[in-house]
């Protein structure tokens, strides 16, 4: 009679084993699928705001070239400095990348131009209130 008991209690074993490994691969399975779905919205939104604040400098700058009286010299190394802090944002995820600094630095820097050119702040993106 022992035995069958025993063998009860190994079968649920086995099945407790066996349903924890399979929970475990669906999990990770699942959690890259996520992980690449957010990664990509998270990456498409920083890169959205990357490409504002490269795109206005460089037309800033475009306007200054025509324009020299629009754009103080101060302001000229404001603006290719927002444009070499956007060069320099890796294109790669990397633990020592620290993207949101990095972000907040150029919109710290485009505030700064905004309010030495006189541009309100209706030029900002709707995303700035992301946290990246």
């Not at 074993?13 to 699942?30: F, I």
């Amino acid at each position: 009679m022992e035995d069958i008991f025993d063998r009860i209690i190994d079968i649920e074993g086995e099945y407790e084993s066996t349903g924890y490994a399979e929970g475990l691969a669906d999990g990770k399975r699942v959690g890259i699928v996520e992980g690449r779905e957010l990664g990509c919205e998270h990456g498409f939104d920083i890169g959205k705001d990357l490409g504002f604040y490269k795109g206005w400098a460089q037309e800033w700058l475009r306007a200054a070239e025509s324009h020299p009286e629009l754009v103080s010299e101060r302001a000229k190394k404001k603006l290719q400095a927002i444009q070499d802090a956007v060069n320099a944002v890796p294109t790669v995820n990397n633990e020592g990348a620290h993207f949101s600094e990095r972000i907040k630095d150029i919109q710290l820097k485009f505030k700064t131009v905004s309010a030495m050119l006189g541009v309100g702040a209706g030029a900002e993106l709707s995303t700035n209130s992301l946290s990246y």
